[in-house]
């Protein structure tokens, strides 16, 4: 018996990377996922990776899943995603936000509308799919959200500074810091109707095909990086552990692997190097 079965999930950002080994991950647990992203075929984004892709792989391992090409950016967007989800497999048991945005320039260059649609992207969506999902999941009496944030939330501390910043940190950063504090305050709010609200990073990245085309990974095989395993086996703990163990979390995929005893040693950020202060509250 899987963990998720008879669950509806949604994953945004199900296209590629992190937030397909998502899906994949919660299909072969038993859950129904509704995968969402907006490039929906091969070939309408510069990068690898569609919606088709995605549900036609979870469909051919004997999974379940619906593509629904959405914006999280816009309220309509995020209405179509939740009525899709509802209409085709129910309400949504699990929601994790994973889509991301932005844009690698330096603060002082960046167009004000590239600011706000990193944002409305990366703070705003969670911020409409979490307010659209709870009606359901009140009226349950249970349910998770589980938000997927960064390292890049640490913020560099005080000067004087050594080294040169990341190009793009800085906007980057503050969209997740954004998302960790939005991530406790509502678990605050909606732990009296059993809903459970966390939040989880890398511990010390994953190789997806937008990190490798932007530079920060050399390949599959980098170093520097982690398993996606890694995330998803996280990911799947604070969607299914119970509430009084998870809400409220921001945590690292190995640090909470390793203190619920699902691996033997951890290292990267949240273990061998502090996190943001969200994650020592």
């Known amino acids: ?11 945004t950002g199900a296209s590629r990377g992190i937030g397909k080994a998502i899906a994949q991950d919660f299909a072969t647990w038993g859950a129904k996922v509704v995968c969402a992203a907006r490039t929906l075929e091969e070939g309408e984004h510069f990068l690898e990776g569609s919606l088709r892709t995605t549900v036609s792989e979870i469909q051919k391992a004997g999974g379940s899943a619906l593509a629904v090409q959405a914006d999280v950016s816009s309220e309509e967007g995020c209405a179509h995603l939740v009525q899709m989800a509802r209409e085709t497999f129910g309400p949504a048991d699990v929601l994790v936000n994973n889509a991301v945005l932005s844009y690698f320039i330096p603060t002082k260059d960046i167009p004000v509308k590239r600011w706000m649609r990193t944002f409305a992207v990366n703070v705003h969506g969670p911020f409409m799919l979490s307010q659209m999902v709870l ?16 390292e890049a939330a640490v913020g560099p501390g005080r000067g004087p500074y050594a080294t040169q910043a990341m190009v793009g940190g800085t906007l980057y950063g503050a969209s997740k810091a954004a998302l ?26 994953v190789v997806t095909p937008g990190g490798v085309h932007h530079g920060f990974f050399t390949g599959p095989d980098d170093p520097k990086a982690e398993p996606a395993e890694m995330m998803t086996k996280a990911i799947l703990l604070l969607a299914t552990e119970p509430l009084d163990k998870v809400t409220g979390r921001v945590t690292y995929c190995q640090a909470i692997l390793k203190e619920f005893g699902q691996i033997a040693e951890a290292k990267g950020c949240g273990a061998d190097r502090p996190g943001s202060g969200f994650s020592q509250r």
């Open 1 to 11: 018996m899987g963990k998720l079965d008879g669950k509806v999930a949604i994953v």
């Open 180 to 205: 960790e504090r939005f991530t406790q305050g509502l678990a605050e709010e909606v732990y009296q109707y059993g809903i459970s609200v966390t939040c989880v990073s890398p511990s010390m990245g």
């Open 135 to 150: 009606p359901d999941m009140i009226k349950r009496g249970s349910g998770a959200i589980v938000n997927i944030s960064s």
